[in-house]
């Protein structure tokens, strides 16, 4: 009788099987995550030519993350400038070379801190109501409701996010340097002294077009990465409001975690050329 019962139940799986499934389970989990973002970025860069453009949706995107984020990166960008700046000084000082502090925070700013933190500032505020707003949609079956009458959610919702984010991060980043700089400015010559003069003309001598082209290209992968990460998320949430929030977190970790990644590799080949 027990043999019966036994010979019914489905066979265990082994211990090797379930160690081996720990190991590569994340692995297979990350490059299918990793594929449906490149599949939907595809999808999106084939229906941004395509008709009807969705110029209304397009503008209101823009005015959100554009215009929205501009005060909340030029706060940063000018904190982020003086803090850069007072602790450039205290290096520089040992060795009497404080008006050289203009330049390397110019420096730093147009090639680093202003692209890589611009993009941080939009993915925490803009980037997280995208994938909160296509989550809602997508467990509210608005998506589904979008695709029964005919039109693409990827060309209605997903291609001007996208496209307002690339075209909005790399003016954000420009914003964020200016602040930056007048941060640098107002800590390095009005509160420590440092000659105006020389602080300026550091800056002109450090700073090279080959600088402020990376900030824009920098800024450009970034608003595409991060927008299309954000959307990937929320398009593909599932379970309720709880799933939302899952996924909106996801897409503003994932998003920080790819902005660093990119920003090493696009540094080191911007920088052999």
């Known amino acids: 009788m027990a043999e019966t019962e036994n010979a019914g139940e489905p066979p265990k799986p082994s211990a090797l099987i379930g160690f081996i499934d720990a190991i590569f389970d994340p692995a297979v ?3 299918d995550d990793v594929g449906g973002t490149v599949l939907l970025f595809a999808k999106a860069a084939s229906w941004l030519v395509r008709p009807p453009l969705r110029i209304g949706q397009l503008l209101i995107a823009i005015e959100f993350i554009g215009a929205g984020s501009l005060f909340i990166a030029g706060l940063v960008g000018m904190f982020t400038g003086m803090a850069f700046t007072l602790s450039s000084i205290i290096g520089f000082r040992q060795f009497g070379a404080e008006g050289m502090v203009g330049g390397v925070v110019a420096l730093a700013l147009s090639r680093e801190l202003a692209p890589v933190l611009a993009a941080v500032v939009v993915t925490a505020r803009a980037g997280s109501t995208m994938a909160s707003e296509l989550g809602n949609m997508r467990v509210t079956e608005q ?3 979008i695709t029964t009458m005919g039109v693409s959610p990827v060309q209605y919702l997903v291609v001007p996010r996208i496209t307002a984010t690339v075209i909005t991060l790399p003016l954000l980043s ?3 340097g ?3 700089m007048f941060g640098a400015y107002v800590v ?3 509160w420590q002294g440092i000659d105006p003069g020389v602080f300026l003309d550091r800056v002109q001598q450090f700073v090279k077009w080959g600088d402020i ?3 824009l290209v920098k800024s450009a992968i970034f608003g595409t990465i991060v927008s299309t ?3 990937k998320k929320g398009f593909h949430a599932a379970g309720g409001a709880r799933g939302v929030g899952e996924a909106t977190a996801k897409a503003v970790v994932a998003s920080i975690v790819a902005i660093f990644a990119a920003d090493y590799i696009t540094t080191t080949v ?3 050329l």
């Open 29 to 31: 989990q990350l490059l």
């Open 188 to 190: 390095g010559v009005l």
């Open 229 to 231: 990460i954000c959307c």
């Open 270 to 272: 911007m920088t052999e």
């Open 213 to 215: 082209r990376m900030l």
């Open 143 to 145: 998506i589904d409701a």
């Open 174 to 176: 420009v914003s964020f």
């Open 178 to 180: 200016i602040a930056g």
